[in-house]
């Protein structure tokens, strides 16, 4: 005989766990009980209140967390259900990792030093990697809100320039609930052409080879020796590529530096790739190839081109050439203005920064008083330092030639920190700016206490214990284990045994691979493994 469980109406509702996951990508939703079965009600941060009825296992897969396949299977049926009214995450992980404090691109993709013209300043950490905390890295998430990208500082971007991903990423922005119907906005009679733009659509380049091309003759001795394989290996060795899977034609040539891609047809790739020369001689398969080239090259490949060393070097067209030049000066506008953006906005934090904030990360018993004996406690942001040069005028020139003037003095050293949501600077000589770029964090906020007389770095009250106290704890403590030890050599000739009884409460222990995982993968799994320990316990009543 089966045995149902039965569900409370008054209870049933979405785990805790689903819905926190939904509420991180912009989603509210319930379960409702009526007389006639059960009701799905969503809400999106752009939505109406939707209603949506639901079956009976439907109902049992959203009300059902704990395990890996539960968690994944109340994620899917939700978005089954919803999936004709939203634009869904890419998928359960991408939805999982929404506002999470791993970075992992979902937020956008940080800008490493020495990628696309960054620069680094003196003593700057490298190129960070995945799964440190926020506070160790130099730029934060980014934000959406109401389809809005907000960038809180740099050097996050929402995209590279060249679309790349680095292993272990997720695809930017692939989270979130957004609502597909909207309201129709009132059409407006206008010119459909007004703002027409030529689009390019960015193809990804070959690399090209620097090693010697391959004669045809060499390799070919013989028409008995004649293969496709190795008509292929001479026709790429010259820049010639044919991909059969992708039906295009790729022409490398010497005289430009841009690659030329054409669509082939199925007879031309047939003629283009067939194992047998007397099926297809070698006359009939240059003159498919020049057939397809000829509308953007003026020169054609022959027979002695393909018997050199020497890669191929046709010229295109005059028209052809001045329309990818305008192509190519339109895209280096747009690079270089971008990448002008992202080197001012990494300016404008200074050459390097702390976030005062951070103090009770690094010592829990210090915080930020006024400089009085009783000062207010004050909140400290950001604390960067930067080097200023001053113009040299005519005047500073004058001096210098009559020897008055001093180099030293074109070059000045500010530190400027936020205090109580105020900007506040101080200059500072060479050497404090020298030290600041060395030292770590900590002692960096040491530094700007001594240089502002506006704040101090203090210990809080009822952190300061009194060494006296501590040395009487220190020898009341050895000295109890001083007599238990004692007690138990008189009265215990047999060792004591002590077992753990707390029934499986252990702490969780990733598996890794001493030597194969990097450090920060084994950090990301502890992070995991621990905040996944913690809810299990909270479930569990602990």
């Not at 030529?198 to 004649?226: C, D, G, H, M, Q």
Request: a negative charge; proline letters at 5%.
């Amino acid at each position: 005989m089966a045995i149902r469980k039965q569900l409370n109406p008054r209870q049933m509702d979405i785990s805790p766990e689903l819905r926190d996951l939904l509420m991180r990508n912009g989603m509210q939703a319930h379960i409702i009980a009526d007389g006639n079965g059960y009701q799905l009600a969503v809400q999106g941060h752009d939505s109406p209140l939707l209603t949506y009825r639901l079956t009976e296992k439907q109902m049992l897969a959203l009300t059902d967390w704990g395990t890996s396949y539960a968690n994944k299977t109340a994620y899917n049926t939700f978005t089954s259900v919803v999936g004709n009214d939203f634009y869904l995450p890419k998928n359960f992980v991408h939805a999982r990792n929404a506002n999470g404090r791993v970075a992992m691109g979902l937020h956008g993709y940080r800008v490493g030093i020495g990628e696309y013209g960054r620069t680094g300043g003196y003593c700057m950490h490298p190129p960070h990697f995945l799964g440190w905390t926020p506070r160790m890295q130099d730029g934060w998430h980014l934000r959406r809100v109401g389809g809005q990208l907000f960038y809180p500082q740099a050097p996050m971007v929402s995209e590279r320039w060249d679309r790349r991903m680095n292993p272990g990423e997720l695809q930017s922005g692939g989270y979130g609930f957004y609502y597909k119907g909207q309201a129709q906005q009132p059409v407006v009679s206008q010119d459909v052409l007004q703002n027409l733009q030529a689009v390019v659509t960015p193809v990804v380049s070959r690399p090209r080879s620097n090693e010697p091309a391959k004669p045809y003759k060499e390799l070919i001795t013989s028409p008995v020796y004649f293969s496709n394989e190795k008509w292929q290996e001479c026709l790429s060795s010259h820049g010639i590529i044919i991909d059969e899977q992708s039906k295009t034609l790729t022409i490398q040539s010497n005289a430009t530096n841009v690659d030329m891609v054409y669509d082939l047809k199925d007879d031309e790739l047939k003629a283009l790739t067939d194992n047998s020369i007397k099926k297809v001689p070698i006359d009939k398969r240059l003159e498919t190839l020049n057939n397809v080239i000829k509308d953007d090259f003026s020169d054609k490949v022959t027979m002695d081109m393909l018997n050199s060393k020497e890669r191929i070097n046709i010229g295109l067209r005059p028209e052809v050439q001045q329309e990818l030049d305008k192509r190519q000066q339109t895209v280096n506008e747009v690079g270089q203005g971008e990448e002008l953006s992202v080197q001012q906005e990494i300016k404008q934090h200074g050459d390097a920064s702390v976030n005062g904030q951070d103090l009770d990360l690094l010592d829990e018993n210090k915080g930020w008083y006024r400089e009085a004996k009783h000062g207010r406690e004050v909140q400290v942001e950001e604390i960067y330092v930067e080097k200023i040069e001053n113009p040299v005028t005519d005047t500073t020139k004058q001096e210098q030639e009559k020897g008055k003037g001093n180099d030293k003095d074109e070059v000045k050293y500010r530190m400027t920190a936020v205090i109580n949501g105020e900007a506040i600077s101080h200059e500072i000589s060479q050497k404090q700016y020298d030290k600041f770029m060395a030292v770590d964090d900590y002692h960096r906020m040491k530094l700007f206490s001594n240089v502002f007389k506006e704040v101090d770095m203090k210990t809080r009250p009822g952190a300061n214990t009194g060494l006296g106290t501590k040395i009487f704890a220190a020898l009341a403590a050895g000295a109890v284990v001083t007599s238990e030890v004692a007690h138990g050599m008189r009265h215990h000739p047999h060792p004591e045994i002590y077992v753990d009884c707390t029934e499986g409460r252990h702490h969780p222990r990733p598996y890794f691979k001493p030597g194969v995982d990097m450090p920060n993968e084994v950090a990301a799994r502890n992070f995991e493994a621990q905040m996944n320990h913690e809810i299990t316990e909270i479930r569990r009543g602990y």
